[in-house]
């Protein structure tokens, strides 16, 4: 079976600036990878590659076994990636409903369908009783339930997830855990880019790639990669790379 | 209360209608003007209000409308409904390539590029002497009757209080304000914003190019100065913003209430009027600056509707 995403020697240069290197890997239908590294690793350049925001230097994006390289965002939305922002961007005058219904328009004629479609989403994401309130209105974890929420209505069968655990309690993670393991029933695939937070990624993926300055270090199994050396060095020093990391 | 507010809305239409039938001509002609500059506040409001690509030069397609309407009945005997169509057609044909250059710049740089737009046409109106008779102008023949350009420029309004309602609740509203919202965002959401900006860019471009042509004819003469009159671009801005910039009936309203008091300020206050209404403009958008008709559905919204929840923000 093809993977349902394929990044294939991916590049993306700022003037001379390499923010990706030949990056590399696959995600497979239905399945949770995090992808993960410190600040300026290069995964929200990944992302912005992926869904077309930005074109990549080199290399190849391969979604359902076709190229979706030069496609604008608006496209590979409709094809069935969504994302969500680092900084979160919802939507902030519209209500929390009628920012869903924006996405929902993706696979809805209507602007009544849609609303009927964002109300579900909302009821699925426990943001209904927010519908009505403005977007610039809700707390930080809700802005980023709310990003998750759009993301869904486009009936993707991929989401990018860029840091949505981060500034968040330990208790919102914890909900933003069983959110994304909701996703997974939906039949919906995840790549999450995560910083920190990293025993919410053992506990949500399936698969991880560790990137550090543009370039791919390891990926594996969760409990695999934490040991890498070369991960344990990226994150901790090279001084404890020698040492077993505790999980 | 929505039967006692129809009723209200029957009686106006019918009295509007019958204004030119009973009115003198000061009030036809004074009601004239004021329904151009809301026809326009609308077709401003569909561009700028909604999807807050604010531009500063839709008094390009006001001057083409005017040119349109002197050419064609000046120079072509065209009777003037079927010049004020034309002048449209023209508008709408332009803005289509226009929109295209023009919308992919933002924020500030599309405001001047529609600016510098405007500059660039008034330089060809008075070059082109062929076309145009440069600085000398195109007269029209004297106009007999207010009553049918009155009717038009009502029309006109009708259209632009229907159209943008109805596109305030279609699928094509809701893409709009997500592109004044946050376009990254929209775009990320699925919405092709190129294509949607320029529907909204060519719709926009009718009303000015119809109140263009309505002016022209009412006022028999055409030069550069008078199809390019740069201070009306101000003046439908304001009435726009002054209304609620983005809602159904932001431009009627700020467009009403401001011809209104800029007459009454006029006919008091000879000396001091522009003063005085510039004094109004910066006390009402220090206080509302969303705009008079989002102020009062909030203040309704608290009395009548039901409490939302509230959230902390944090």
Redesign the interface.
Known sequence: MNPLLEVREVSRSFEGLRALDRVSFEVREGTIVSVIGPNGAGKTTLFNVI?G?LAPTGGDVLFEARSIKGL???QT??LGI??T?QIV??????TTL?NV???A??RE???RA?TRRAHEILELTHLA??A??EAR????A?RKRLEVA??I??RPRLILLDEVMAGLTPAEVDQTIELVKALRSLGIAAVAGVEHVMQAVQKISDWIIVLNFGRKLAEGRPAEVMHHPEVVKAYLGSRYAGAPAQG | MATALRIVAALAIAALILVPLFGSEYLISFAFTTFLFVGMAYGWNLISGYTAYVSFGQISFFGIGAYAMAILVAKLSWPWPFAALAGVAAAALLAAPLGWAMLRLRGPYFALGMLGFMQVLYMVASAWSGLTNGGEGIYLPPVRSLRPVYLASLLMVAAGLGVTSMID???F???L??I???E??????????TRAKLAAFVLASIFPAMAGGLYAYRLSYVDPSSAFPASYEVQVILMAIFGGAGTVWGPLVGGVLLTGVAEVLWARFAEMHLFLFGLIIVIVLRYMPEGLVPLLRQRAARRSGPV??K????
């Open positions: 869904t925001a604008r965002p608006h939305a409709h969504g994302r922002f961007r919802p939507f902030p005058g519209l009628e219904a924006v996405a328009l993706a004629s209507t602007r849609a009783p927010f009505r309130t209105n809700l707390t930080l809700r759009r993301a209505a486009l | 609740r279609s699928a509203g809701l893409r304000r997500s004044g919202e946050d990254i965002a929209a775009e990320a959401m699925g919405v092709d914003t939302l929840p959230e902390a923000t944090g």
